[in-house]
C-alpha cells in the first residue's frame, strides 16, 4: 500500500469518525428537544383548558357540557387529536380527523377516568406511539366525574428528525466522498517532492553521478526535506571526491618505494648485495608505516575509535614527557601541567602527542628545544607541543593537517593528520603557530568535562 493511499485511508476514516459522532450528537439533540417540545405543548393544552374551565364554572351545567363546548371551540394541531371522557366511558372526540382514534382504547379511557390530578403517559396506536395527557374536571352540582385527553402522535413527530438524520447522513457520505477526492489531490501534491527524492536517489543509486539536486519550491517540512537531501548530497559527493583524491594519493606515495625497491632489486650485484638490502628494508619500512597509518586513518571514520574514560591529565602529560626523552638529544621542558581529571581516550591522547613530538624532534637540531604542557582553558582541555626549529609557514599551517601533505622530505606526511583525526573525534580540533621566542607550537583543543578524582584512578593513557 503506497503511502498516498495509506493517507487517503487515515483522512476517510478520521473524516468519518467526526461526521459519526457529530451525526450522534445531534440525534440526541432533536430527540431530546423533541421530547421537551411534546411535553411543553401537552402542558400548553392542559392550561389552556383550566383556563376555559374557570371561565366557564357559572356557566356550564354539567361536565359534559364543559367538555363539550370546549371541543367545540378548540382545533387540534398537526398530529395532535382530543376526546373527552364522562363517567368512566369516552364521550366527545375531536371533529378534526386524526391519524388514529384513541378514544376507543379502553385502557387509556379508564386511566383518565381514574386520573385525580393531571396525567401524563405513553399509549400505542396504529399510527405508533402516542404521548398523551389526561387532565381531569369536576362541575359543582354534578356528581360525575370528566377528564380531556389530548393527545400526541409522538412517532409522527419523531419522522420529521429521521428525515433531519437521512439529509445529514446523506450529506456526511457526500462530504467523505469529497474528503476522498481533495486528500487524494492534495496527498499527491504533498507527496510529489518525496517521489522526486526517491527517483533521484535511484538514479544516484544506479550511477555514479552524484552532481543531481531537488529543486523543490517553498518553506515547508517537504521543501526542508529536499534541502536536508541536497545537503546530504553535497557531504557524499565531497567524500567521493577526497576518497578519489586519497586513493590517488595512496597509490602515488606507495607507487615510489615500490618503484625503488624494484629497481634497485633489478640492479643489485655481490658487491653491493648489502647495501641494496639496506634500501630495501627501508623502503619496505616506511610503507608499512604508511598503511598503518592509513589504516588508523580509516579506522578514525567508524564508530569505536575512542574508547573514553576517566583521563587524569597530569600523570598523563607527564608519562608522555617520560616517554619522548629518548627520541633525541633535546633541551625537554615541562611548561604546565592540568591538575584534573576529564573524560576522554587517553591513548588516543598519547598517541596525539607523541606524534607532534615526533615533528618536533624532526624540525629541531640536536639541543633544541622542546616543550609539553596541558592546562584548562574555556571550559576546554589545551594540550600542546613547542620547538624552537623554523616554524611553518603560514600559508602551510591549514594544509599541513590533510593527508600526504608533507612539510618536509622524512615522514609519511600522515602524522599530522592522524593527530587531526583524534582532536576531531574528541569533538575538538588542532592548530598550529608560532612559538614563544621563535618555532611552532602546536595546540590540541577538547570539550574537557572534569570528573571528581577516584579513589583508584585507572591508568587509561598507557
Do not use: C
Not at 364554572?57 to 367538555?67: G, M, N, P, S
Not at 433531519?164 to 507527496?191: D, E, F, K, N, Y
Not at 535511484?202 to 523543490?216: C, M, P, Y
Not at 627520541?327 to 576529564?342: F, K, M, N, P, S
Amino acid at each position: 500500500m503506497s503511502a498516498r493511499t495509506r493517507i487517503v485511508g487515515w483522512v476517510l476514516l478520521v473524516v468519518a469518525l467526526a461526521l459519526g459522532v457529530a451525526s450522534s450528537a445531534t440525534w440526541s439533540l432533536l430527540v431530546t428537544r423533541l421530547n421537551d417540545r411534546v411535553t411543553g405543548e401537552l402542558e400548553n393544552e392542559a392550561e389552556k383548558f383550566r383556563a376555559f374551565a374557570e371561565s366557564q364554572d357559572t356557566v356550564a351545567r354539567d361536565v359534559r357540557q364543559l367538555l363539550t363546548d370546549y371541543l367545540a371551540v378548540t382545533s387540534p394541531d398537526r398530529n395532535e387529536t382530543y376526546f373527552s371522557v364522562v363517567g368512566g366511558k369516552a364521550d366527545r372526540y375531536s371533529s378534526v380527523p386524526a391519524p388514529a382514534e384513541l378514544h376507543t382504547d379502553r385502557g387509556l379511557v379508564a386511566q383518565a377516568a381514574e386520573a385525580h390530578a393531571s396525567r401524563m403517559g405513553w399509549a400505542s396506536s396504529t399510527a405508533g406511539k402516542v404521548r398523551y395527557l389526561a387532565v381531569p374536571v369536576r362541575v359543582t352540582g354534578d356528581p360525575r366525574r370528566g377528564a380531556l385527553v389530548v393527545g400526541l402522535f409522538y412517532d409522527r413527530e419523531r419522522r420529521e428528525v429521521a428525515d433531519v438524520m437521512r439529509v445529514l447522513g446523506g450529506t456526511s457520505l457526500a462530504a467523505v466522498g469529497v474528503a476522498g477526492i481533495v486528500a487524494w489531490l492534495v496527498s499527491g501534491r504533498v507527496l510529489a517532492p518525496v517521489r522526486l527524492v526517491r527517483t533521484t536517489a535511484e538514479q544516484i543509486s544506479g550511477s555514479s553521478d552524484l552532481s543531481r539536486r531537488l529543486t523543490v519550491p517553498g518553506h515547508d517540512d517537504v521543501s526542508a526535506l529536499a534541502g536536508t537531501f541536497n545537503r546530504m548530497l553535497d557531504r557524499l559527493e565531497r567524500a567521493f571526491a577526497v576518497q578519489r583524491e586519497f586513493l590517488d594519493d595512496a597509490g602515488h606515495e606507495l607507487r615510489t618505494p615500490l618503484t625503488v625497491v624494484r629497481g634497485h632489486l633489478e640492479l643489485m650485484g655481490d658487491d653491493d648485495r648489502e647495501e641494496t638490502l639496506d634500501l630495501v628494508m627501508d623502503e619496505l619500512g616506511r610503507m608499512n608505516r604508511i598503511v598503518e597509518d592509513l589504516l588508523l586513518l580509516a579506522r578514525s571514520e567508524q564508530p569505536g575509535f575512542l574508547k573514553p574514560g576517566t583521563v587524569p591529565v597530569a600523570e598523563l602529560t607527564v608519562d608522555v614527557l617520560a616517554k619522548v626523552r629518548t627520541l633525541g638529544a633535546r633541551e625537554w621542558r615541562l611548561d604546565e601541567v592540568a591538575d584534573a581529571h576529564v573524560t576522554a581516550d587517553g591513548q588516543r591522547l598519547t598517541q596525539a602527542l607523541l606524534q607532534l613530538v615526533a615533528n618536533a624532534v624532526r624540525h629541531t637540531a640536536d639541543g633544541g628545544r622542546v616543550g609539553i604542557g596541558t592546562a584548562l582553558r574555556d571550559g576546554g582541555l589545551a594540550l600542546w607541543v613547542r620547538d624552537d626549529g623554523p616554524g611553518v609557514p603560514p600559508e602551510l599551517r591549514e594544509r599541513i593537517f590533510e593527508r600526504f601533505v608533507h612539510g618536509e622530505r622524512n615522514g609519511t606526511g600522515l602524522g599530522l593528520a592522524i593527530v587531526s583525526s583524534i582532536a576531531h573525534a574528541h569533538g575538538g580540533r588542532v592548530t598550529v603557530g608560532d612559538a614563544p621566542g621563535g618555532g611552532a607550537l602546536f595546540t590540541i583543543t577538547i570539550p574537557a568535562v572534569q570528573e571528581e578524582e577516584a579513589d583508584g584512578e585507572p591508568d587509561t593513557h598507557r
